[in-house]
Structure formats: structure tokens, C-alpha cells
């Protein structure tokens, strides 16, 4: 096997770890949950089919999970996080999908 394909069996290997996440709504308040959880997320962005509508990084924390107060809620279709986990690997972005309400 070649170094690169080795390379990108670990990336797929942590892109899978990660893919686990839960988006919950409570009105104002976006809750996500994701793993592994000591991982750092540098960027919260909500989405609406593809495109990004709202910048929301001042509304969270960065603890896990992630609490989000936001002003309003706009439409949106998909949660987006830029992950840094802290074993070293490389870069990961997300997008989760969800169903949101207006609020």
C-alpha cells in the first residue's frame, strides 16, 4: 500500500469518528452535540442549502456541547463545523443537516 492511500484511509478513519453529531432547537437555543468531544470548533455557520446565511461563532460556546443563544433563527437546513481535533490529525469541516423552526 502506498503512503497516500494509508493517508487517506486515516482521514476517512477520523472523517467517520466525527461524523457523529445531534442538532437540537428549543426555540432561540441551537444544542449540538458531537464527537469526540475534545475536539475544538473554530467555526459555527447555520446554512441554508449550500450557502452560508448565518455566521453564529459570538452566540456559542466552545465547550461540547455546544450552546448556541441566537437572536433569531433564520432558515436554515444544515449546521456547519470547522473541527481542529486536539490528537493532532488534520482539519475537518462539517455539515450536519437538521430541521429547524422559525423562532
Given at each position: 500500500m502506498s503512503k497516500l492511500s494509508i493517508s487517506l484511509a486515516i482521514i476517512f478513519c477520523f472523517a467517520f469518528v466525527f461524523a457523529n453529531a445531534n442538532v437540537i432547537q428549543n426555540g432561540k437555543q441551537l444544542v449540538i452535540s458531537y464527537n469526540p468531544a475534545g475536539s475544538m470548533v473554530m467555526q459555527h455557520q447555520l446554512k441554508l442549502n449550500g450557502g452560508v446565511q448565518a455566521w453564529i461563532?459570538?452566540?456559542?460556546?466552545?465547550?461540547?456541547?455546544?450552546?448556541?443563544?441566537?437572536p433569531t433563527v433564520p432558515p436554515c437546513d444544515t449546521v456547519y463545523?470547522?473541527?481542529?481535533?486536539?490528537?493532532?490529525g488534520p482539519n475537518l469541516y462539517f455539515n450536519?443537516?437538521?430541521n429547524y423552526t422559525v423562532a
Open positions: 461563532n459570538p452566540y456559542c460556546n466552545m465547550a461540547s456541547p455546544i450552546v448556541c443563544n441566537l463545523l470547522h473541527v481542529i481535533p486536539m490528537l493532532g450536519y443537516p437538521f
